[in-house]
Every structure is written in structure tokens, then in C-alpha cells.
């Protein structure tokens, strides 16, 4: 996976869970909690899509980047 690419997931993954983090945190406004959910949907959207691709995963309520190990047989 392109280095770029994988930096942008794990940011996302990490923005995604840092919402539903401050969403369940008694602390935070019900204002502020619309504002978090529209935002991850959002992500989660993103997410889903690299799901589709075989990207990402979503396992024990957290999502990660799957890793794929290709080898090469010799002839």
C-alpha cells in the first residue's frame, strides 16, 4: 500500500475514533454531539468505502487497516 495512502487511513481511523470518543464523553454538549455524529458519519462513510476495497476493517468496534501479505512463488 502507498505510503500516502496508508498515512490518510490511519489519520482517518484515528479522527473517526477520537469522535466517538468525545461523543460518548458525558462532558460534551448536545450541540456538540450533532456536530460529532455529522462528522462521523462522515468518516464512517469514507471508511466504508475503503472497506469495499479491502483497505480496512472494522473488528471488536474498531477500525484497521487490514494487511495483505503478497508472495511470489519462483518458477
Known sequence: ME????????NTINDYNA???Q?????????RVLQLL???EALYQIL????????????DGQ?????IVIMELGE
Open 63 to 67: 477500525w484497521r487497516i487490514k494487511v
Open 19 to 21: 469522535i466517538d470518543k
Open 38 to 40: 455529522a462528522a462521523k
Open 48 to 59: 466504508q468505502h475503503f472497506s469495499n476495497a479491502e483497505y480496512v476493517e472494522y473488528v
Open 3 to 10: 505510503r500516502k495512502l496508508k498515512t490518510a487511513l490511519l
Open 23 to 31: 461523543i460518548h464523553d458525558h462532558c460534551t454538549s448536545p450541540e
